[in-house]
């Protein structure tokens, strides 16, 4: 009788043990769900007065200042500026250390809501606006951007640019671009993201452009693109939006993008974070 009580207790104990543990793996659950460690950056330029936080709670602190001929909107930023003395952009870079540190084993994506302003007098700009980036157009530097084509790229129609660059990336890699032309006024998402490098030395680059659009439906076109393998991507640039950072000279003030963003994000680690990680923080409603 005294061994029965014996077990009876042991059976007990043990229930009790796999019930607390039962509960404490619901409690993680969401959690885990809502993971926010892809998360790198998030900026958010709705309400601002001139500074944007890093939002990110894992993320480094970089906020965002927004410099020249910005005005607020109703959900975010409105950049302007010419080659006549105006410009705009906002910029930033963590104090210390790496803005970007993504071996070449890690996905990376990155994303933008804007409002499309088309070119004021023919059906595509001279230069390729830029609408965010880390990094500059350079063999020494990682790169991870999205602008806006030329005439170069499309003479009929404007679409969306993405390049990425790392260790592997030599200065004459051009962007890819996606297939959906822009129309003029129209609300926007764009995420880019690059996969992992592969073993046989190639990477896929996915640039997916959403026109959101509540009336009539959102309408979404993905493109993907086999490239060389990148390699690590590590860059102390800055930040920026709007338009490259340090802004150039008047006359050479090419790449200033003209229309509002809303937002701008930017996440890393395996393909699965990074792809949740940009439909959290960048949903298409």
Not at 61 to 73: D, I, K, N, Q, R
Not at 243 to 264: E, L, M, S
């Amino acid at each position: 009788m005294r061994s029965s009580g014996v077990v009876s207790v042991i059976k007990n104990d043990l229930l009790m043990v796999l019930s607390v543990l039962a509960a404490t793996t619901l409690l993680a659950g969401p959690a885990a769900a809502n993971d926010t460690s892809a998360l790198l950056y998030n900026y958010e330029f709705k309400g601002t007065t001139g500074i944007v936080d890093n939002s990110a709670p894992a993320g480094p602190v970089a906020p965002l200042t927004l410099s020249g001929a910005w005005t607020p909107v109703a959900d975010g930023v409105h950049f302007s500026g010419d080659t006549n003395g105006n410009s705009s952009v906002a910029y930033g870079r963590p104090a210390s250390g790496y803005t970007i540190n993504v071996p070449a084993t890690a996905a990376m994506g990155f994303g933008t809501r804007i409002v499309y302003d088309a070119p004021a007098s023919g059906t595509c700009f001279a230069d390729t606006p830029n609408i965010t980036q880390i990094g500059r157009y350079s063999a020494r530097s990682a790169q991870a951007k999205i602008q806006l084509s030329s005439c170069v790229g499309s003479e009929t129609s404007v679409v969306i640019e993405c390049r990425f660059a790392g260790s592997l990336t030599g200065a004459d890699v051009h962007p890819v671009m996606s297939t959906l032309p822009l129309v003029n006024g129209g609300v926007y998402n764009i995420s880019c993201v690059k996969s992992p490098d592969r073993k046989n030395n190639t990477a896929t680059i996915t640039l997916t452009v959403t026109k959101l659009d509540p009336v009539k439906g959102n309408q979404t076109v993905t493109n993907t693109f086999r490239v060389a393998a990148l390699g690590n991507m590590q860059s102390e640039e800055y930040i920026s939006a709007g338009n490259k950072y340090p802004v150039p000279a008047p006359a050479k003030n090419t790449d200033q993008f003209n229309g509002d963003i809303t937002r701008a994000i930017y996440c890393d680690g395996t393909p699965a974070g990074v792809s949740t990680c940009l439909a959290t923080y960048l949903p298409s409603h």
